[in-house]
């Protein structure tokens, strides 16, 4: 008897989560690259700059936790179209933008539309990939975050030279709906709904989870996550990483230009080689953490060794990185860091899916949550100590945010689930999966 071929629509999908991580960052971005010619135009200082990155900071973390259970209430294919055509929309019409109090808004605004992005999606990888893909699942949706400044500095700065700064916005945020309108055609909530799932791919992906998924709404047991010390730790290790991650996005330009005497053209190019090295570490660790897992590996064994020990290296490459004096080794010693960072955000990603089965989706936003609120201290910041002591300096104490957060890793453990009363509640009935952390 013919064996029907497994069809793989389930990797459009990561498609998919690449391409909008790769708009939601393009679209972060382009004030950074735009920062010189606006502070020219419109007389704005670093520090009011900064404003203007931590209130899209701060909107998007906020809305992170209420979009993630808003995704487990309605389903990505709902939340993420609509998400990506309300922050395409405020994208574009950044470039109306003159006074300070409108650049604000906007902003903010802005940040509430790509709240759902993460959440929403990682709540689709835990309903659409066994367990041993779901690290180059999260790797898909990383390489997006990552390769976005990679295309989007050189392109924002071409556009920028070549028709001026106004048209980064507009044509950024037009690229964004069509992302969304092939979301919404194409992607199902579940792959069972997906005429272009076959049986057995159905078979696959259902044999590989860990946990049974439906449609019934339930909240989620707050009191239960928050008296969980792993469910703290989840959330706290990002934010050590975002803020090493939000430096460089919001201040790497400027970086180059002052501390480092790049030109335009030429920051450019050396703003996007450290984004090169993350998308590197990203799909490294994705790939041997798969490989590991699908050898009966622990998930205690993989994650928490290589996001710490990735977030100890790049403490490393960025005292390196401060402590150069040649500006090519400078930005070699910064991509090295920021490969290693790539360690700890993909097992971060899997380690929420890991930990949170139906879940997902509010325990990703509560996780990014934690790493935006604490990320957006890091624009303000910087620009103080860059102010007062300078750009080394400044480089040298983003360090120490890596060091704490390789010490709060020793706190997530994948292999135990969250304990909450659903889990108990399903375990008791036979469609749990795994043992439960106490709370």
């Not at 330009?253 to 993350?278: D, N, V």
């Not at 699908?294 to 060794?305: E, L």
Request: some cysteine.
């Amino acid at each position: 008897m013919d064996t029907v071929k497994r069809s793989n629509f389930r990797w459009t999908l990561a498609v998919f989560a690449m391409l909008m991580t790769f708009m939601s960052y393009m679209d972060r971005v382009n004030l950074s690259v735009a920062t010189p010619a606006i502070i020219e135009e419109l007389h704005f200082t670093k520090i009011e700059i900064g404003m203007m990155q931590t209130v899209f900071f701060v909107c998007y973390a906020l809305f992170q936790m209420p979009s993630g259970t808003a995704t487990e209430f309605f389903g990505h294919r709902k939340i993420l179209p609509f998400a990506l055509t309300w922050w395409s929309f405020f994208t574009s019409i950044t470039a109306a933008c003159q006074q300070l109090w409108s650049w604000l808004v906007i902003r903010g605004l802005f940040g509430i539309g790509e709240a759902p992005v993460f959440p929403a999606l990682n709540a689709a990888f835990s309903n659409w990939f066994p367990k041993h893909e779901r690290a180059k699942a999260v790797g898909f949706m990383l390489m997006g975050t990552y390769s976005g400044p990679i295309v989007g500095m050189p392109l924002a700065v071409f556009i920028m030279v070549n028709w001026g700064w106004k048209w980064v916005f507009v044509s950024f945020g037009l690229m964004g709906l069509v992302i969304a309108l092939g979301y919404w055609v194409l992607i199902r909530t579940h792959p069972h709904e997906s005429s272009f799932v076959n049986a057995a791919e159905l078979q696959y992906i259902t044999d590989g989870r860990e946990f049974v998924t439906d449609d019934k709404k339930i909240m989620p047991p707050w009191r239960d996550f928050f008296g969980s010390s792993q469910f703290w730790a989840i959330g706290l290790q990002l934010g050590m990483a975002n803020y090493i991650s939000y430096v460089f996005m919001s201040w790497l330009p400027l970086y180059l230009m002052e501390a480092r005497h790049f030109s335009l053209t030429e920051m450019g190019f050396a703003a996007a080689l450290p984004s090169i090295g993350i998308v590197l570490g990203n799909w490294v660790c994705a790939f041997v953490s798969d490989y590991l897992l699908k050898r009966g590996v622990s998930k205690n064994k993989i994650r928490t060794p290589f996001a710490t020990v990735g977030l100890l290296l790049c403490c490393a490459g960025l005292y390196l990185a401060a402590t150069e004096t040649d500006r090519w080794m400078t930005v070699m010693w910064l991509s090295i860091a920021l490969a290693f960072l790539g360690f700890n955000m993909n097992s971060a990603w899997t380690s929420c899916t890991d930990i949170a089965g139906r879940f997902s989706g509010t325990v990703s936003g509560w996780m990014n949550l934690c790493g935006n609120l604490i990320g957006a201290t890091a624009p303000p910041l910087t620009a103080w100590i860059v102010t007062v002591y300078g750009w080394d300096s400044a480089i040298l104490a983003t360090g120490i945010a890596g060091i704490i957060g390789a010490v709060i890793w020793q706190f997530v453990k994948p292999d135990k689930p969250l304990q909450h009363r659903y889990l108990v509640e399903t375990q008791g009935s036979g469609t749990g999966a795994g043992t439960a952390e106490s709370a």
